[in-house]
């Protein structure tokens, strides 16, 4: 017996690999994707480090990691705090009102770009700590293909000497393998890298506003579009820390990636033809069992109590309901006000609400809400939502009806996608000021018993999917590292 304890414990331990997940905390919602990877790894008996250098302050304090204790902070620098500031202020209300197309959504890129290209130079003024991770002797490092840097930061500290940089940039950190991963579903440029047919004429990328069914001038606004961004910005170039400082080119690392990690999930995302170096992991972060163990606290049940249905409206954490025009405002409490016997919780983050609804008395206005607990509970009955892709996780597990209202970036695709399904009704944020067509939708997503069968429908069989997608990441996880 004991010889077989020792047998079982060897075992074990050569089929424990160390895990770096990179993931510049700047996100909410990136932030939990790659946390909830960092613990999936980490329960299935890995060492894992989870890498998160604070961009935006207001994360810092949050825990997103709940078994993986290895987690490594890097404070930003002034110019980095400016960046995040813009995160949060910048340039975004104008989305309210404003398309998000290609063309408009440039600015939004090159913060990002700006931001990570400052990100890797707090990285080379903190090679301390880069050398410490090192120590950690790292079999793979999982990061957002979106963070250009993080192939500089972790993989270029090298003698431009090596014929092969980049085997020669794994070697000085003995990480033997890499897997980009995004925090969105589809991306055109991260799909061309790796040798994947992008079809984008038929196929819409991650902010394309259009869905699966396109006709010619949006088939040619999709082919159009990445290249077009590809060549207004292009990829950015880094050059190794230690002379003679070389160029490294992201686009020959790229298709070296043993997997690419997307947060797409096949049986909620558009089809499209895939290498089986991609894997759709989408729905991850959701962990059904916890969702459903939750319950609201005695003040959140009375007001679940007030009227026989209850609808939630909330637009996220990146654009605000204090910001939206008043007239979409006044637009959106007179429709309501016209369903006496349905309660509003409406995620408002300011008091001042009289000069739109002061006489509107089935809206409950809160600066935060429970969101998962109350989607988890069935006196909810309909989510109005801004389509961020982790509402549409949330919604298509709990198979909650949903009311679909993109405002930008890859909200327009997520909507589509989800309403496909037929649970949900996609609404245009240019009527947000039209009171009829809203109280329409309002009625439909509330009383049409068919968008409840039909977001149960597909709960059910997100449910029953042959292969949970933290045991896939898992398990190509591990063979990559093997």
């Known amino acids: 017996m004991r010889s077989l304890l020792v047998l079982f414990f ?3 331990a050569t089929n424990c690999y160390n895990f770096l997940v990179f993931c510049p905390l700047f996100g909410h919602s990136h932030t939990k994707f790659f946390a909830t990877i960092a613990d999936s790894l980490t329960d299935a008996g890995h060492n894992v480090t989870f890498f998160t250098p604070t961009i935006v302050q207001k994360y810092r304090n949050v825990n997103y990691t709940k078994t993986t204790r ?26 309210w009102t404003e398309d ?28 301390e700590l880069l050398d410490d991770l090192k120590r950690r002797n790292f079999d793979v490092i999982i990061f957002e293909s979106y963070v250009f840097s993080a192939y500089r930061k972790f993989l270029s500290r090298l003698f431009s000497i090596v014929i092969n940089i980049f085997s020669a940039l794994m070697d000085y950190l003995n990480i033997k393998t890499f897997i980009p991963s ?21 196929v819409s990328d991650v902010c394309s506003p259009f869905g699966d069914k396109l006709n010619i001038i949006e088939r040619a606004f999709n082919a159009f579009s990445a290249p077009y961004i590809d060549f207004m910005l292009g990829y950015p170039k880094y050059r190794s820390f230690k002379p003679p400082h070389n160029f490294i080119d992201i686009r020959v690392i790229e298709p070296r990636a043993s997997f690419v990690f997307l947060n797409s999930n096949p049986f909620v995302d558009f089809p499209r033809p895939t290498l089986t170096k991609t894997i759709e992991i989408g729905g991850i972060s959701v962990d059904i069992s916890e969702l459903r163990s939750q319950k609201v606290d005695e003040k959140w049940s009375s007001v679940l109590n007030l009227r026989p249905k209850t609808l939630l409206l909330s637009f996220g954490s990146v654009l605000f309901s204090k910001d939206m025009p008043l007239e979409n405002k006044k637009a959106i409490a007179s429709a309501m006000k016209t369903f006496k016997n349905v309660t509003f919780i409406w995620k408002y983050e300011e008091d001042n609400t009289d ?43 709990l198979g909650k009806p949903a009311i679909l209202c993109p405002l930008f970036a890859d909200q327009m695709r997520n909507a589509k996608m989800l309403a496909r399904h037929n649970g949900s009704i996609e609404f245009s944020k240019y009527d947000l000021s039209d009171s009829k067509k809203i109280a329409e939708v309002f009625r439909n997503i509330l009383f049409d018993h068919k968008y409840q069968e039909n977001s149960e429908m597909l709960a059910e069989q997100l449910e029953n999917q042959p292969i949970k997608p933290k045991e896939l990441m898992v398990k190509h996880a591990e063979f990559a590292a093997r």
């Open 355 to 397: 000069e739109f609804a002061k006489d509107v008395e089935n809206i409950q206005f809160v600066k935060w809400v429970p969101q998962t607990a109350l989607l988890a509970d069935s006196r909810l009955s309909a989510f109005f939502t801004h389509a961020g892709l982790g509402s549409i996780n949330e919604v298509s597990y």
């Open 182 to 202: 995004l925090s969105v579903t589809h991306d055109v440029s991260l799909a061309k890298s790796i040798g994947e047919p992008t079809m984008a004429s038929v």
């Open 10 to 12: 060897l075992f074990s």
């Open 100 to 127: 998000s197309s290609a063309t408009e959504i440039i600015p939004v890129i090159e913060i990002f770009y700006n931001m990570y290209n400052e990100q890797a130079n707090v990285m080379k003024n903190n090679l």
């Open 70 to 95: 290895d987690v490594v902070h890097m404070e930003p620098s002034d110019k980095l705090i400016e960046y995040g500031n813009q995160m949060e202020s910048g340039d975004f209300v104008r989305f």
